[in-house]
């Protein structure tokens, strides 16, 4: 498959994993734009956030709830972002979550 985010879901293409569940991903991003920058992806190929279904995006959450724990910054807060189609941004068409904290944003 040519998508990334599945390639490192399936081990193919090594990142830092700092989360997974049976059914997320969780991993720092290669270009962060934040001391904390993580990515939360559903195992599952879903091209973009508005895609996911009601189950996806609560694991999706979950997880970036205990990401922000792990990562100190739950309490200082953080970003959640989606970046949904070219114009936005997304130039990895697999949903994925940002995280984003450790400083002021």
Not at 26 to 38: E, G, I, Q, S, W
Not at 45 to 60: C, T, Y
Request: hydrophobic share 40%; aromatic share 6%; proline share 6%.
């Amino acid at each position: 498959m040519s998508c990334l985010f599945c390639r490192i879901v399936d081990g193919e293409v090594p990142a830092t994993i700092v989360h997974e569940t049976k059914t997320t991903l969780a991993f720092r991003d290669l270009h962060p734009k934040a001391p904390v920058h993580v990515l939360l992806i559903p195992r599952e190929h879903v091209p973009n956030a508005v895609d996911l279904n009601g189950e996806q995006l609560g694991d999706l959450f979950a997880a970036a709830r205990e990401v922000a724990e792990a990562e100190g910054v739950s309490e200082s807060g953080y970003r959640l972002l989606f970046n949904t189609g070219p114009d936005s941004g997304q130039v990895i068409f697999h949903a994925h979550l940002h995280l984003l904290g450790g400083e002021k944003l």
